[in-house]
């Protein structure tokens, strides 16, 4: 009897000690399921709004960065360019017109101010003359007629001049009409240009639905590009496993797909926010019953030895364990890769 308590109570104090180890082992070595690959996606979107002439891509097709994905019809861009270069050419005749008005009422306010001198010389003349009773009275009506007519006739010709320098606006190029044609006629010529959408990274198509005739519209997607450049892993750890957890600590990462290779990685960042705050629907736990529920926590990790033979698949299952007992390698290193 005394053997059966011996022996239940050593079996009871190893199961102890291997929940005890557990435990250490698991505050040591924090691990999740709850872990995904993750990349940059670009949803690959026209900036111009056409009708697809061209389709260069197949739905899970590789690409390489620059490639061309697809083109729209460029036949009304051209003539949109065509029409952009034509009313630059008649902004700049315009101004040329302009200038040359202003130089001909500069000449006329001129040739008036003559007149002017001519009339006032004049009918201090015949002033003096009427002092000696040489001439009419009438002669020096005319006179004083004839110098206050000049004088609205320069009143004229300078109002008119008022007028074409306005109408000139800023000299050259800094004219407001050929700055206004020039801008049409850039905008033509990046809508032209924005027919041809090419890759904005190395990475494979998804989604893809579209066909040559289809109307696109501007800044609306059509379908997906995964790029291929880097991967990391956004892991799930419990609010409860992050007091060891910093960036800079490496990591073993395990991808469903591939059970038998371990991939290695490294922290870098730990989210400032748990991940139910992000959710369409934030709980609020301010109203009605309220129980509390352990919060998830995204931990993202670099990748750190991708293998081309093994290829990475955005949303893959990984199984991720976070070694907190060695010392964390430099965040600054960590920064230059982590993914944009």
Known sequence: MQKRFLTLGGVIAAGALAIWGYQVYAAQYPGTEDAYIDADVVRVAPRVTGRVAALKVTNQQRVKRGDLLFSIDPAPFQFALQNAEAQLTLAQRQVAQAVAAVTSAQAEVHNREVLLDNARTKLQRA???????????????DAEAEFKSAEANLQVARAKLEEARRQEGKPGAQNDRILQARSALDQARWQLDNTRVTAACSGQIGELKMQPGNVVSADRDVFVLVCNNRYWVEANFKETQLDRIHAGQPVDLQVDMYPQHHFKGVVTSISAAAGSVFSLLPPQNASGNWVKVIQRVPVRISID???????????????????TTQSAVKVKHLAANEPH
């Open 305 to 323: 030895n991708p293998d081309p033979s093994l290829p990475l698949v955005v949303g893959a299952s990984t199984s991720v364990t976070i070694d």
């Open 127 to 141: 002033r003096r003359l009427a002092k000696k009773s040489y001439i009419s009275t009438e002669t020096i009506t």
